[in-house]
C-alpha cells in the first residue's frame, strides 16, 4: 500500500478519535454537573418589624418577626432574644413557630421596660433556633425618659444608617395631656458638620412631624446622637417640654444601588398614593436593604400657577415612611418592587397632599421630584 493511501487512512482516523474524545469529555463534564451539584442546605431566615423604635422608661415596645423556611427546611423554631437593656424582659407570643417547607411563620416580640431601665439605645438580637439550624435578626431600641406629664415624645426609627450626601428621615411622634396649642420642635445638638434639620411641620398643632437629616457628601463617618426637643405652652400657660434622642451613622462604606418609583396616581388634597419603589442590585452577591426613607425635595407649579402668584411648597405634603420588615434581601445582579418583595401596600412608603385651610390652587398640576435612599449591605 502506498504511502499516500495509508496517511490519509490515518488522518481520518485520529478525526474519528478527536470526535470521540471530544463527545465523551461533554459526556462527562454533563455527568459531572447533574451529579456533581450539592442541595441546598437546609435554613431559617428572619425579618423583623419595626427596625427600630424609641420608648420611654417603663413603657414597652412591640416588634413583628417573620421567620421563613429556606432550603426545604422543616421543623419547631424557638425564638430567643439578646441585648436588653437593663431592667427590660423580652416575651414572644408565640414563643416557637412550625414550619414546613418554603413556609413562613410569625410571633410578636413584646420588650416591657421598668422606670429603672437606663436611658440608651440598644441593639435586640432575635435567634431562631431548630436543632443545628439558626438564623438571626437585629432591631434597635431607645429608651427614653419620661419628663413631663403633660408632653413627652418618641422618635423612630431609633437609628438610621446612611452614605455621606444622603437624607435621613425620623417620624416624631407627642403624647398631650392638657396641652392643646402648638408645638415647636428643635434639634439641640448632636448634628454632624454641615447637616442640616428640618421638622415639617413645625410647629404642629397635631400629634406628629417628620425630621429630615440631610448631610452633604463631604461629611466624615463616624455616629451621632442627635438631642430632639419639644415645647409647647399646657392650659395654664407654662412651657412644658420633652425630649428624646435618635441615633445616625456615616458610613461610605457599603454596596450601592439604586431606588427608583413613581406615585400611582394624582395627588388632592386628604389623598394619599403609594410608592412601590424598586431596588437595582448592580453586584454579584444578593443585597440586605435597610433604614428605606423618601423625602420631597421640590414642588414644581405650572406656568399658570406661577403667573397667577398661587403658591405650593413642600409644606403642602407629607411622607409616610415604609413600615415592613428588614432586611428587604435583593438578588445578585437583579432588582425588586416591593411588592415582589412581599411587601402589603399598606406598608410601603406613601406620600400624601395636606387638605389645609389655606387656598391650595397652586398645587394643580404641580410635579414633585421624590427623593429615596437606603442602606445596602453585601452577603
Do not use: E, W
Not at 456615616?250 to 388632592?268: C, E, M, Q
Amino acid at each position: 500500500m502506498s504511502p499516500r493511501r495509508v496517511f490519509p487512512a490515518l488522518r481520518s482516523a485520529n478525526a474519528a478519535t478527536k470526535l470521540f474524545l471530544a463527545g465523551l469529555l461533554l459526556l462527562l463534564t454533563a455527568a459531572g454537573v447533574a451529579y456533581g451539584a450539592k442541595p441546598a442546605k437546609p435554613g431559617i431566615t428572619l425579618g423583623i418589624s419595626p427596625a427600630s423604635q424609641s420608648i420611654t422608661q417603663g413603657k414597652s415596645a412591640t416588634y413583628t418577626v417573620a421567620i421563613t423556611s429556606a432550603g426545604g427546611f422543616t421543623g419547631k423554631v424557638t425564638l430567643t432574644a439578646s441585648g436588653l437593656p437593663s431592667g427590660a424582659s423580652a416575651a414572644f407570643s408565640p414563643s416557637s413557630v412550625t414550619l414546613t417547607s418554603g413556609s413562613t411563620g410569625s410571633t410578636t416580640l413584646t420588650i416591657s421596660t421598668t422606670s429603672s431601665t437606663p436611658i440608651a439605645s440598644s441593639t435586640i438580637t432575635v435567634r431562631g433556633t431548630s436543632g443545628n439550624v439558626s438564623g438571626t435578626v437585629v432591631a434597635g431600641l431607645t429608651v427614653n425618659a419620661p419628663l413631663s406629664s403633660a408632653l413627652s415624645m418618641s422618635a423612630t426609627p431609633a437609628s438610621v444608617t446612611m452614605a455621606p450626601g444622603s437624607t435621613a428621615v425620623f417620624t416624631v411622634q407627642l403624647a398631650r395631656t392638657n396641652l392643646p396649642g402648638s408645638v415647636t420642635f428643635a434639634v439641640l445638638g448632636g448634628l454632624p458638620a454641615g447637616a442640616t434639620a428640618t421638622f415639617t411641620p413645625n410647629p404642629t398643632t397635631g400629634n406628629s412631624s417628620a425630621l429630615q437629616i440631610t448631610t452633604p457628601a463631604t461629611a466624615a463617618d463616624g455616629g451621632f446622637t442627635l438631642y430632639l426637643v419639644s415645647s409647647g405652652k399646657d392650659r395654664g400657660g407654662t412651657t412644658r417640654y420633652a425630649y428624646a434622642s435618635v441615633g445616625l451613622v456615616l458610613a461610605k462604606a457599603g454596596n450601592p444601588f439604586t431606588i427608583s418609583g413613581n406615585l400611582s396616581g394624582a395627588l388632592a388634597p386628604g389623598l394619599s398614593r403609594p410608592l412601590d419603589l424598586t431596588l437595582a442590585n448592580p453586584n454579584k452577591k444578593p443585597l440586605s436593604v435597610t433604614n428605606l426613607t423618601v423625602t420631597v425635595k421640590t414642588v414644581t407649579r405650572t406656568a399658570y400657577a406661577i403667573a397667577h402668584n398661587q403658591p405650593c411648597t413642600t409644606a403642602d405634603y407629607a411622607v409616610t415612611q415604609y413600615s415592613g420588615s428588614y432586611p428587604l434581601t435583593v438578588p445578585g445582579n437583579g432588582s425588586a418592587s416591593l411588592s415582589s418583595l412581599g411587601v402589603s401596600t399598606s406598608a410601603q412608603p406613601k406620600v400624601s397632599m395636606l387638605n389645609t385651610a389655606l387656598n391650595q390652587d397652586g398645587c394643580k398640576g404641580a410635579t414633585l421630584t421624590l427623593a429615596y435612599s437606603g442602606s445596602g449591605q453585601g452577603s
